[in-house]
């Protein structure tokens, strides 16, 4: 097998997996009674699923596999959080978010970090 | 306008912010399978079969660093396990719409579709969740497709420096906000934030961020009271 054809065998198989891991709770949905554990567990996913993309990004960088603390997109990430919570505008929060970070990042350089 | 091209733009507009982010990963993904030696066929495909990006960069990383196949496509399969979850949360908000194309639906689902229907989409009444869900994904794997192919054929435009990366999680944390409607989804998001925290950064190939939403969900279902009347306190 060329290497060509090798790598195509890990787009399809990669493919396949994650296709059955997205599709198969959507094929059994109704099919099963569903147990009221699960309801509950379901019902705090969103908030445990979008804190554990958000917070990761806002202590570390990652460069080749290993994490160092960045204290310019923490920072960031408050600034955003409380503009989040009192405008709920993901524009603004977009907008503080980026302008803090860029400002701390220059301001951190500048002091050496 | 017919309401199911309304859904497809509210869809749209919902993930249109996190466009930005999405780019510079995208480019990345793409330059990493071209400088794995292969060409723009592979980068199209696969982000258009696989449509999911962590995965498709460490998957590539792997492969061009030699590692065995089942290593490769296993350790991308962990990365994407939390869409096992986002797919078990997802579904009684979207199967009851689909009908019979319900498992095709499955793959429209990446981080910021979950994200966009379950804060927003599902609470409208002036929208379809469907199309909603499916359009915003469309624009999504638009712009990534194209930032894949631009990535394979020239490398990564964007300098690092502009961390452009950072709109993706700021995006993310404004859809949070809304989302933590009762004391239990603050004290799920409070014990995701300190378990992703610790755990992310010493667990192997991102299995702390799947770690942290479990921690998150069974914490949040422990102190969720459904029949305050019967709780005593001890």
């Known amino acids: 097998m060329s290497e060509r054809e090798t790598f195509w065998v890990v787009i399809l198989t990669l493919a396949g997996g994650t296709f059955l891991l997205r599709s198969l709770p959507l094929w059994l949905h109704g099919r099963a009674p569903a147990p009221r554990w699960l309801e509950r567990l379901l019902r705090h996913v969103p908030a445990a699923a979008l804190t554990a993309l958000v917070v990761p990004a806002s202590l570390y960088t990652r460069t080749n596999g290993s994490y160092d603390i960045a204290p310019a997109r923490t920072l960031a990430a408050l600034a955003a959080l409380l503009v989040a919570v009192r405008t709920r505008s993901v524009i603004w929060t977009l907008v503080t978010g980026m302008g803090v970070l860029w400002v701390a990042q220059a301001v951190l350089g500048a002091l050496g970090w | ?234």
């Open chain 2, 1 to 234: 306008m017919s309401r199911t091209t309304a859904s497809v733009l509210a869809g749209v507009r919902a993930v249109a912010p996190i466009i930005l982010g999405i780019i510079p990963f995208g480019l990345v993904a793409g330059a990493a399978v071209t400088s794995a030696g292969f060409g723009l066929a592979e980068a199209i495909g696969m982000s258009l079969l696989v449509n999911a990006g962590a995965s498709q960069i460490a998957a590539t990383a792997l492969y061009a660093e030699g590692a065995p196949l089942f290593v490769v496509v296993g350790t991308a399969l962990v990365i994407n396990a939390r869409l096992f979850i986002y797919s078990t949360s997802i579904a009684p908000v979207i199967v009851p719409e689909a009908g019979a194309w319900r498992v095709l639906l499955g793959h429209p689902l990446v981080d910021q579709s979950y994200a966009a229907t379950m804060t927003s989409g599902r609470f409208r009444d002036d929208i379809s969740v469907v199309p909603y869900y499916v359009g915003s994904w469309l624009i999504l794997a638009f712009v990534w497709q194209l930032a894949n192919i631009v990535g394979a054929l020239g490398g990564t435009l964007v300098p690092a420096s502009w961390s452009l990366d950072f709109a993706v999680p700021l995006v993310f944390l404004a859809m949070l906000v809304p989302a933590l409607k009762f004391r239990a989804d603050v004290e799920a998001a409070i014990a995701t934030a300190i378990a992703a925290a610790l755990l992310v950064p010493v667990m192997p190939m991102q299995t702390g961020l799947i770690a942290a939403i479990v921690i998150g969900m069974v914490w949040g279902a422990a102190r969720h009271h459904e029949h305050p009347r019967v709780e005593v306190d001890a």
